[in-house]
């Protein structure tokens, strides 16, 4: 995804660096932003993570996060698990070819957590002024904060 991301990105200045989300090889208090898709649902240490882009921002920085949610249970359930299960997993086959990187993401999506969790887990790596606000039947959310 970086290699397509840097591909089509035209700013200028802009550093690309690939690292692990539990050790950032950057100093403390460097960044006025930490922004991150799709990541933590993916790290084995979700308030390690937090953490270390709490670590990261200067005082008064901000995190914002979107990333999957595993949505609570409601009457549109039933549609928002097949389109999950079903529908994205077959367009992905149809589109690309695979089949198993679209399964991935209703698996992954299933496994991670709420979005009050998610928002409970960064007040306890140190962000305050936490929110959220749910997207697409909230199967995604945007978590922000600052530190």
């Known amino acids: 995804m970086m290699r397509v991301g840097k591909d089509r990105v035209t700013l200028s ?3 690309w660096s690939a690292a692990d989300a539990l050790c950032l090889p950057f100093p ?13 649902r993916n790290v084995s240490d979700i308030q ?12 008064g920085g901000s995190i914002v996060v979107l990333d999957t949610t595993r949505p609570s249970n409601n009457l ?7 389109h999950l299960h079903t529908v994205i997993p077959a367009l992905g086959q149809v589109v690309t070819g695979s089949r198993e990187a679209y399964t991935y993401l209703p698996e992954t999506t299933d496994a991670f957590l709420e979005a009050k969790k998610l928002a ?17 039947f909230a199967t995604i959310a945007i978590h922000w904060g600052r530190k």
């Not at 403390?28 to 933590?40: H, N, R, T």
């Not at 390690?48 to 005082?59: F, S």
């Not at 305050?128 to 749910?134: P, S």
Request: hydrophobic share 50%; net charge neutral.
């Open 48 to 59: 390690g993570a937090l953490r270390e882009q709490h670590r990261v921002l200067a005082p």
């Open 76 to 82: 549109l359930s039933p549609l928002i698990n097949f």
């Open 13 to 15: 200045g802009l550093g």
């Open 28 to 40: 403390s208090g460097g960044f006025d932003a930490v922004v991150s898709g799709f990541l933590l």
């Open 120 to 136: 409970a887990l960064m007040v306890q790596a140190g962000f305050r002024e936490v929110g959220f606000h749910h997207l697409m």
